[in-house]
T-cell receptor
Framework: RKEVEQDPGPFNVPEGATVAFNCTYS??????FFWYRQDCRKEPKLLMS???SGNEDGRFTAQLNRASQYISLLIRDSKLSDSATYLC?????????????FGTGTRLLVSP | DVKVTQSSRYLVKRTGEKVFLECVQD?????MFWYRQDPGLGLRLIYF???????EKGDIPEGYSVSREKKERFSLILESASTNQTSMYLC????????????FGSGTRLTVV
């Protein structure tokens, strides 16, 4: 089983739609969680951290469910510029050195 | 603006060549990483370093080595390039605890012919 699993998509949505992605992780001791955004042929960039109480940044809302070991990202009022691949990222705690584990990403296509 | 800079954006090398990929960060980060990214496989960790002259194998170190002689510079070496090493290579850096995530370089697309 992969440490971090995501639906690869693509999710095709019209402008203005609300879209949600989920991600599951296998290590129950994981401590840090993130969503990264990656545009085509570009490097991943940090979109937002995910906190236990949930957090919001403008049109983006991230939620963490530790009991079910999943993370979600909600995008409201989708823009064309939101088209990208969204990577779910987790920091497991079973190693002495904390390093991040990346999901393979969910592709979002927002159309006019 | 803080940066992770990779020396080449595109690189074409021949099978059997020794290849050096350079990465420099200006954030005084302790940790540095080399990943490769392939379609359907996502980001896979090759090597990482948590201090000068320290290096640790990641998930796919075979065929690669690294060098970290200075804090700001982390080099990836392909000892004898092969066609299955054609990929996008991404360097990243972070503070000791990754609570703030990683900062990535813009990547090097390597083609081995």
């Amino acid at each position: 089983r992969k440490e971090v699993e995501q639906d690869p998509g693509p999710f095709n949505v019209p402008e203005g739609a609300t879209v949600a992605f989920n991600c599951t992780y296998s290590n129950s001791a994981s401590q840090s969680f993130f969503w990264y955004r990656q545009d085509c042929r570009k490097e991943p960039k940090l979109l937002m951290s995910v906190y236990s109480s949930g957090n919001e940044d403008g049109r983006f809302t991230a939620q963490l469910n530790r009991a079910s070991q999943y993370i979600s990202l909600l995008i409201r009022d989708s823009k064309l510029s939101d088209s990208a691949t969204y990577l779910c990222v987790v920091s497991p705690m079973n190693t002495g050195f904390q390093k991040l584990v990346f999901g393979t990403g969910t592709r979002l296509l927002v159309s006019p | 603006d803080v940066k992770v800079t990779q020396s080449s954006r595109y690189l074409v090398k021949r099978t059997g060549e020794k290849v050096f990929l350079e990465c420099v960060q200006d954030m005084d980060h302790e940790n540095m990483f080399w990943y490769r990214q392939d379609p359907g496989l996502g980001l896979r960790l090759i090597y990482f370093s948590y201090d000068v002259k320290m290096k640790e194998k990641g998930d796919i170190p075979e065929g690669y080595s690294v060098s970290r002689e200075k804090k700001e510079r982390f080099s990836l070496i392909l000892e004898s390039a092969s066609t299955n090493q054609t990929s996008m290579y991404l360097c990243a850096s972070s503070l000791p605890a990754p609570n703030y995530g990683y900062t990535f370089g813009s990547g090097t697309r390597l083609t081995v012919v």
